[in-house]
T-cell receptor, first 113, second 112 residues
Framework: DAGITQSPRHKVTETGTPVTLRCHQT?????MYWYRQDPGHGLRLIHY???????DKGEVSDGYSVSRSKTEDFLLTLESATSSQTSVYFC????????????FGPGTRLTVT | SQKIEQNSEALNIQEGKTATLTCNYT??????LQWYRQDPGRGPVFLLL?????KEKRKERLKVTFDTTLKQSLFHITASQPADSATYLC???????????FGTGTKLQVIP
Protein backbone atom coordinates (compact mmCIF):
# COMPACT_ATOMS: atom_id res chain seq x y z
CA ASP A 1 0.00 0.00 0.00
CA ALA A 2 1.61 3.21 -1.26
CA GLY A 3 1.95 5.23 1.95
CA ILE A 4 -1.76 5.46 2.67
CA THR A 5 -3.38 4.39 5.92
CA GLN A 6 -6.92 4.39 7.20
CA SER A 7 -8.17 4.42 10.76
CA PRO A 8 -9.92 2.75 12.33
CA ARG A 9 -9.77 -0.48 10.34
CA HIS A 10 -12.94 -1.81 11.93
CA LYS A 11 -15.72 -0.06 13.77
CA VAL A 12 -19.11 -1.02 15.15
CA THR A 13 -21.37 1.85 16.10
CA GLU A 14 -25.00 2.46 16.91
CA THR A 15 -27.57 4.20 14.76
CA GLY A 16 -27.60 7.94 15.34
CA THR A 17 -24.03 8.29 16.57
CA PRO A 18 -21.43 10.41 14.74
CA VAL A 19 -18.49 8.60 13.17
CA THR A 20 -15.26 9.95 11.69
CA LEU A 21 -12.96 7.92 9.48
CA ARG A 22 -9.45 9.13 8.81
CA CYS A 23 -7.28 8.75 5.73
CA HIS A 24 -3.60 9.66 5.97
CA GLN A 25 -1.09 9.73 3.10
CA THR A 26 2.66 10.23 3.02
CA UNK A 27 2.88 10.60 -0.79
CA UNK A 28 2.01 14.31 -1.02
CA UNK A 29 -0.58 13.51 -3.71
CA UNK A 30 -2.99 16.29 -4.61
CA UNK A 31 -6.19 14.28 -5.05
CA MET A 32 -7.93 12.23 -2.39
CA TYR A 33 -11.15 10.26 -2.57
CA TRP A 34 -13.56 8.42 -0.32
CA TYR A 35 -15.45 5.42 -1.71
CA ARG A 36 -17.84 2.91 -0.26
CA GLN A 37 -18.02 -0.65 -1.55
CA ASP A 38 -21.15 -2.75 -1.25
CA PRO A 39 -22.10 -6.09 -2.85
CA GLY A 40 -23.84 -5.52 -6.16
CA HIS A 41 -22.86 -1.85 -6.32
CA GLY A 42 -19.12 -1.91 -6.55
CA LEU A 43 -17.09 1.11 -5.56
CA ARG A 44 -19.04 4.35 -5.39
CA LEU A 45 -17.52 7.78 -4.89
CA ILE A 46 -18.71 9.63 -1.79
CA HIS A 47 -16.58 12.80 -1.78
CA TYR A 48 -13.29 13.87 -3.21
CA UNK A 49 -10.68 16.57 -2.65
CA UNK A 50 -8.53 18.39 -5.19
CA UNK A 51 -6.48 20.35 -2.66
CA UNK A 52 -6.37 21.58 0.90
CA UNK A 53 -9.82 22.86 1.83
CA UNK A 54 -11.07 22.02 -1.71
CA UNK A 55 -13.68 19.27 -1.69
CA ASP A 56 -16.72 18.27 -3.68
CA LYS A 57 -19.52 15.72 -3.68
CA GLY A 58 -19.47 12.42 -5.43
CA GLU A 59 -22.19 10.03 -6.48
CA VAL A 60 -23.44 9.06 -3.00
CA SER A 61 -22.70 12.02 -0.72
CA ASP A 62 -25.96 12.26 1.23
CA GLY A 63 -25.34 11.75 4.95
CA TYR A 64 -21.58 12.29 4.64
CA SER A 65 -19.28 15.27 5.02
CA VAL A 66 -15.52 15.63 4.55
CA SER A 67 -12.70 17.90 5.52
CA ARG A 68 -9.14 18.35 4.37
CA SER A 69 -7.14 20.81 6.44
CA LYS A 70 -3.74 19.35 5.50
CA THR A 71 -2.46 17.73 2.32
CA GLU A 72 -1.93 14.43 4.10
CA ASP A 73 -5.27 14.02 5.88
CA PHE A 74 -8.79 13.54 4.52
CA LEU A 75 -11.56 12.95 7.04
CA LEU A 76 -14.95 11.41 6.31
CA THR A 77 -17.72 12.09 8.83
CA LEU A 78 -21.07 10.40 9.18
CA GLU A 79 -23.00 12.99 11.18
CA SER A 80 -25.64 10.53 12.35
CA ALA A 81 -24.91 6.98 11.27
CA THR A 82 -27.69 4.84 9.76
CA SER A 83 -27.80 1.12 9.04
CA SER A 84 -27.65 1.87 5.31
CA GLN A 85 -24.15 3.24 5.88
CA THR A 86 -22.87 -0.16 6.93
CA SER A 87 -20.18 -0.75 4.32
CA VAL A 88 -16.49 -1.01 3.58
CA TYR A 89 -14.96 2.43 3.10
CA PHE A 90 -11.86 2.97 0.99
CA CYS A 91 -9.71 6.05 0.70
CA UNK A 92 -7.66 6.60 -2.44
CA UNK A 93 -5.07 9.08 -3.62
CA UNK A 94 -3.98 10.17 -7.08
CA UNK A 95 -1.73 12.60 -8.88
CA UNK A 96 -2.29 14.61 -12.04
CA UNK A 97 0.35 12.88 -14.15
CA UNK A 98 1.27 9.51 -15.55
CA UNK A 99 -1.54 6.98 -15.76
CA UNK A 100 -3.66 8.80 -13.13
CA UNK A 101 -3.67 5.61 -11.09
CA UNK A 102 -5.51 5.67 -7.82
CA UNK A 103 -3.73 4.13 -4.84
CA PHE A 104 -6.10 2.66 -2.30
CA GLY A 105 -5.85 2.32 1.42
CA PRO A 106 -6.59 -0.96 3.24
CA GLY A 107 -10.22 -0.04 3.93
CA THR A 108 -12.40 0.46 6.99
CA ARG A 109 -15.21 -1.97 7.73
CA LEU A 110 -18.02 -0.03 9.40
CA THR A 111 -21.05 -1.71 10.92
CA VAL A 112 -23.98 0.40 12.10
CA THR A 113 -26.32 -1.53 14.40
CA SER B 1 -26.86 8.43 -17.05
CA GLN B 2 -23.50 6.74 -17.32
CA LYS B 3 -23.67 2.97 -17.01
CA ILE B 4 -20.82 0.45 -16.81
CA GLU B 5 -21.35 -3.29 -17.18
CA GLN B 6 -19.00 -6.09 -16.29
CA ASN B 7 -19.91 -9.76 -16.20
CA SER B 8 -21.41 -10.23 -12.76
CA GLU B 9 -20.93 -13.98 -12.93
CA ALA B 10 -17.59 -15.44 -12.01
CA LEU B 11 -15.29 -16.56 -14.80
CA ASN B 12 -13.60 -19.94 -14.30
CA ILE B 13 -10.76 -20.91 -16.59
CA GLN B 14 -8.06 -23.54 -16.70
CA GLU B 15 -4.49 -22.63 -15.82
CA GLY B 16 -2.47 -21.72 -18.92
CA LYS B 17 -5.46 -20.48 -20.90
CA THR B 18 -6.23 -16.87 -21.79
CA ALA B 19 -8.82 -15.13 -19.65
CA THR B 20 -10.89 -12.42 -21.33
CA LEU B 21 -12.95 -9.99 -19.29
CA THR B 22 -15.38 -7.47 -20.73
CA CYS B 23 -16.28 -3.92 -19.76
CA ASN B 24 -19.15 -2.25 -21.61
CA TYR B 25 -20.36 1.28 -21.05
CA THR B 26 -23.14 3.53 -22.27
CA UNK B 27 -24.03 7.22 -22.32
CA UNK B 28 -20.45 8.38 -22.00
CA UNK B 29 -17.22 8.99 -23.88
CA UNK B 30 -14.36 8.61 -21.38
CA UNK B 31 -10.96 10.07 -22.11
CA UNK B 32 -9.37 6.97 -20.61
CA LEU B 33 -10.20 3.66 -19.02
CA GLN B 34 -8.36 1.83 -16.26
CA TRP B 35 -8.27 -1.74 -15.01
CA TYR B 36 -7.72 -2.67 -11.37
CA ARG B 37 -7.30 -5.91 -9.50
CA GLN B 38 -8.88 -6.48 -6.10
CA ASP B 39 -8.12 -9.34 -3.74
CA PRO B 40 -10.51 -10.26 -0.90
CA GLY B 41 -10.24 -7.85 2.02
CA ARG B 42 -7.88 -5.50 0.17
CA GLY B 43 -8.19 -2.27 -1.74
CA PRO B 44 -8.01 -2.29 -5.55
CA VAL B 45 -4.60 -2.18 -7.21
CA PHE B 46 -4.04 -0.35 -10.50
CA LEU B 47 -2.98 -2.48 -13.48
CA LEU B 48 -3.28 -0.56 -16.75
CA LEU B 49 -4.61 2.61 -18.35
CA UNK B 50 -5.67 2.96 -21.96
CA UNK B 51 -6.54 6.29 -23.55
CA UNK B 52 -9.36 6.96 -25.99
CA UNK B 53 -6.95 7.32 -28.91
CA UNK B 54 -5.26 3.98 -28.20
CA LYS B 55 -6.58 0.71 -29.54
CA GLU B 56 -4.45 -1.65 -27.48
CA LYS B 57 -2.04 -1.61 -24.53
CA ARG B 58 0.15 -4.43 -23.24
CA LYS B 59 2.00 -5.04 -20.00
CA GLU B 60 3.69 -8.38 -19.49
CA ARG B 61 0.88 -11.00 -19.68
CA LEU B 62 -1.86 -8.36 -19.72
CA LYS B 63 -3.49 -6.85 -22.79
CA VAL B 64 -6.24 -4.26 -22.89
CA THR B 65 -8.22 -3.11 -25.90
CA PHE B 66 -10.47 -0.09 -26.13
CA ASP B 67 -13.14 0.24 -28.82
CA THR B 68 -14.79 3.66 -28.51
CA THR B 69 -17.26 2.83 -31.28
CA LEU B 70 -18.53 -0.32 -29.55
CA LYS B 71 -18.04 1.38 -26.15
CA GLN B 72 -16.20 -1.66 -24.91
CA SER B 73 -12.90 -2.63 -23.35
CA LEU B 74 -11.53 -6.16 -23.27
CA PHE B 75 -8.97 -7.25 -20.66
CA HIS B 76 -6.89 -10.32 -21.45
CA ILE B 77 -4.59 -12.31 -19.19
CA THR B 78 -2.50 -14.77 -21.19
CA ALA B 79 -0.99 -17.95 -19.73
CA SER B 80 -3.19 -17.51 -16.68
CA GLN B 81 -2.01 -18.75 -13.29
CA PRO B 82 -3.87 -19.54 -10.05
CA ALA B 83 -2.26 -16.39 -8.59
CA ASP B 84 -4.28 -14.37 -11.13
CA SER B 85 -7.48 -15.34 -9.31
CA ALA B 86 -9.06 -12.10 -8.09
CA THR B 87 -11.80 -9.62 -8.94
CA TYR B 88 -11.01 -7.29 -11.81
CA LEU B 89 -12.58 -3.85 -12.02
CA CYS B 90 -12.77 -1.48 -14.93
CA UNK B 91 -12.93 2.24 -14.23
CA UNK B 92 -13.88 5.02 -16.64
CA UNK B 93 -12.68 8.60 -16.46
CA UNK B 94 -15.65 10.65 -15.31
CA UNK B 95 -15.02 14.34 -15.50
CA UNK B 96 -11.94 15.98 -14.06
CA UNK B 97 -9.74 15.70 -10.97
CA UNK B 98 -8.82 12.16 -12.05
CA UNK B 99 -12.27 10.97 -10.97
CA UNK B 100 -13.34 7.58 -12.29
CA UNK B 101 -16.49 5.51 -12.11
CA PHE B 102 -15.98 1.84 -11.33
CA GLY B 103 -17.77 -1.17 -12.71
CA THR B 104 -18.94 -3.84 -10.28
CA GLY B 105 -16.11 -6.17 -11.26
CA THR B 106 -15.71 -9.70 -12.55
CA LYS B 107 -14.39 -12.45 -10.31
CA LEU B 108 -11.81 -14.61 -12.06
CA GLN B 109 -10.94 -18.07 -10.80
CA VAL B 110 -7.99 -19.84 -12.43
CA ILE B 111 -8.19 -23.58 -11.85
CA PRO B 112 -4.91 -25.52 -11.57
Amino acid sequence: DAGITQSPRHKVTETGTPVTLRCHQTENHRYMYWYRQDPGHGLRLIHYSYGVKDTDKGEVSDGYSVSRSKTEDFLLTLESATSSQTSVYFCAISESQGDYEQYFGPGTRLTVT
Amino acid sequence: SQKIEQNSEALNIQEGKTATLTCNYTNYSPAYLQWYRQDPGRGPVFLLLIRENEKEKRKERLKVTFDTTLKQSLFHITASQPADSATYLCALESGGYQKVTFGTGTKLQVIP
